[in-house]
Every structure is written in C-alpha cells, then in structure tokens.
C-alpha cells in the first residue's frame, strides 16, 4: 500500500487571522516541546550528535522562537506603559 506522505504548508503572515483561544506562554511551552521531540527523532536518525547542518537549524529555530518572546514581552510591557499613562 503506498501512503502520501503529508508536506508541511506554511501560511503567510498576512493570512494568518488574530485569534484569543490561546495566550502566547502556551504556543511557546508547546513549541519548545515540540523542537525537543524533533530533536530526539533526528539524534534516533542521525546519531547523537547530530551532524551540523540539522544541529545548526534547530539551533535556529530555537534562537527565532526565543526573540519572538522576548518581543512578545516587550510589547507586553510597552502597552502596560501606555496603559499607566492614559489612566
């Protein structure tokens, strides 16, 4: 029996609508989680340690999500700021 293997389609940013079902600590945690599982899967592939190439965009990926964060906390902090001074 021959399967389709199932290809990873990213949306632009442009499409994706705002959504309050889920708040940005949970994406984060759940993200995280999900890197480490690629990791484990690809050390089981490819050996520990893993060769530089998968090793180095993972790494990267890990660096992204990191700045998003820290983005996401400053704007955070940036509208608790606007928020004191229009109160």
Do not use: W
Request: no cysteine; aromatic share 10%; proline share 5%.
């Amino acid at each position: 029996m021959i399967t389709k293997e199932k290809v990873m389609k990213m949306r632009k940013y442009e499409d994706i609508k705002p959504s309050n079902l889920t708040n940005f600590m949970m994406v984060y945690y759940h993200a995280r989680r999900t890197l480490t599982q690629i990791e484990t899967l690809l050390k089981k592939a490819y050996g520990n340690p893993l060769p530089v190439r998968p090793r180095d965009r993972l790494n990267r990926l890990q660096f992204k999500l990191e700045q998003m964060a820290a983005r996401y906390k400053q704007l955070q902090e940036d509208l608790k700021t606007e928020y004191q001074k229009n109160k």
